[in-house]
């Protein structure tokens, strides 16, 4: 069971990234899939998560218009569609899989999450 985050780098304030979360060895619609992000010196924070089963999206307030999270079923990848960047955006991502049971509370059961990635790093400066 493996998760891999991808698609960080380098960018300018207002610029779009699309991040990617892959997975090994299991099915990302048997479960919650969050994206967290943790910038230096700060604790790691729920960005999004989707549910597997109904497709249902929540979103942190500081990213909603913003951030779009979404799922390729056939591709086994949960999306993060990252637009409209500022510095403070500037973390390493991380995805997770979560239990359906804790679909509702996705953005702040940190540590109920089961399996996590390997982040990527977005950069957003000038």
């Known amino acids: 069971v493996q998760l891999q985050a991808s698609g960080g780098g380098l960018v300018q304030p207002g610029d779009s990234l699309r991040l990617s979360c892959s997975a090994s060895g299991f099915r990302l619609d048997d479960y919650v899939i969050g994206w967290f992000r943790q910038a230096p010196g700060k604790e790691r924070e729920a960005v999004s998560c989707?549910?597997?089963?109904?497709?249902?999206?929540y979103y942190t307030d500081s990213v909603k218009g913003r951030f779009t999270i979404s799922r390729d079923s056939a591709e086994n990848t949960v999306y993060l569609q990252m637009n409209s960047l500022k510095p403070e955006d500037t973390a390493v991502y991380y995805c997770a899989a979560l239990s359906h049971r804790w679909v509702k509370h996705c953005l702040v059961v940190r540590n109920r999450y089961d399996y996590w990635g390997r982040g990527t790093l977005v950069t957003v400066s000038s």
């Open positions: 989707i549910s597997g089963t109904d497709g249902n999206t």
